[in-house]
Structure formats: C-alpha cells, structure tokens
C-alpha cells in the first residue's frame, strides 16, 4: 500500500511540474501569436 500511494504521490508531482511547464510555454505562444495578430 505505502509503496503504490509513495508512487502515485511522486507521479501527481511530475504531473503537475509538467503541466505547469506546459501551461507557461502554452501562455508564451498564445502572447506571442496574439502580438502578431494584433498590429
């Protein structure tokens, strides 16, 4: 039990830091395409 929630716990992290990595790089190319929309 402790082992499968100790793996479950550290693979929710990496989830998150992964989404948030994702979710930053996501807002830098949306700003960057909604710089080039906008003239």
């Not at 479950?8 to 949306?30: D, I, N, P």
């Amino acid at each position: 039990m402790r082992s499968g929630q100790a793996v479950w716990s550290g693979g929710s992290v990496h989830f998150c830091t992964l989404f948030r990595q994702y979710t930053e790089a996501e807002m830098k190319r949306r700003s960057i395409c909604s710089k080039k929309v906008s003239r």
